[in-house]
């Protein structure tokens, strides 16, 4: 993902950089507000009123209406139309489904905030670019109207926290262990979302182990996994919102029962446990997240 040093009023698409003081001003951004959303009135029959349905965000997309100023340089203007296609087109993301890159934004008052999606559309106009002027008319598509912070975070959780000070006769393989401890605040699986609202995680189960389960302590809500891993094989869980998915090492796909949309960390610091059969105690679980906000 680009680090590109953004100042206020200032957006990040791709390593170009575009708004206040850049060689792309912007006249004015639509989408940066609420999202809109889907969902009914029904009217009562007999009774005063409606019924409201639920509300449900739809994809949040952006226009942005701006141009290129490179005075007395038109080719210089050209070249940076042509950075913007081609970022635009990378086939990584274009052509597979459920793909999106990210566009990064920093609003006064706020640190840098990112939104997932695809440049839909740029649409340049040539009338004055023999000048070094040309307005460009652009939207960018997030599937996800969330907005995300700048910089992942992340913890491991190992299997080899047991309790009770070691095992009690007789011991039967295999050995199940969990990644709690059963007290204290030196549990490692604490994940703290500074966000303000529910952060969704990706988490990867790192082999050798048979049928993980992951839960969060403070919802209840878990990940049941009917699998066998290897030592160097792996599965991963992605919860987040358009990229609901679970996949192994090797490209495919894994069976599960469980709502993965709604395992999610709340704002604020949580803990999140894990139990598999491992006779190693080698396995090893890593969660990963952004904090999330619905607001600049």
Not at 17 to 26: E, Q, S
Not at 134 to 153: I, T
């Amino acid at each position: 993902m680009s680090t590109a040093e953004l100042k206020d009023f200032q957006l990040d698409f791709g390593g170009i950089v575009l708004g206040h003081d850049t060689a792309i001003p912007i006249a004015e951004i639509e989408g940066l507000g609420r999202p809109g959303t889907r969902g009914e009135l029904v009217e009562q029959p007999g009774a005063d009123g409606a019924w409201a349905a639920p509300d449900w965000y739809e994809a949040r997309t952006l226009r942005i209406d701006c141009a290129i100023k490179t005075p007395g340089d038109p080719a210089a203007a050209r070249q940076v139309l042509a950075d913007l296609e081609t970022i635009a087109d990378n086939r990584k993301i274009r052509t597979v489904g459920g793909a999106v890159m990210p566009l990064r934004i920093k609003w006064p008052g706020s640190p840098v905030r990112v939104l997932y999606g695809r440049l839909s559309k740029l649409e340049p106009s040539w009338e004055k670019a023999a000048f070094g002027w040309v307005p460009l008319d652009v939207e960018f598509v997030a599937p996800d109207p969330r907005y995300y912070a700048d910089f992942e975070q992340g913890t491991q959780l190992r299997l080899g926290w047991l309790s009770g000070g070691g095992f009690t006769a007789p011991v039967q393989a295999p050995i199940r262990v969990t990644s709690g401890s059963p007290n204290g605040q030196n549990r490692p699986g604490w994940v703290t979302n500074g966000g303000a609202i529910d952060a969704h995680p990706v988490i990867t189960v790192h082999g050798p182990c048979a049928n993980p389960v992951i839960t969060h302590v403070g919802t209840g809500r878990s990940v049941d996994l009917p699998v066998t891993l290897a030592a160097g094989q792996w599965i991963r869980i992605d919860t987040r919102p358009s990229r609901i998915s679970v996949t192994r090492e090797n490209g495919g796909t894994a069976p599960t029962t469980s709502r993965l949309d709604t395992f999610v960390l709340p704002p604020g610091r949580s803990e999140i446990r894990w139990t598999a059969s491992d006779p190693t105690a080698t396995a090893r679980l890593t969660v990963a997240w952004r904090d999330a906000y619905i607001a600049l």
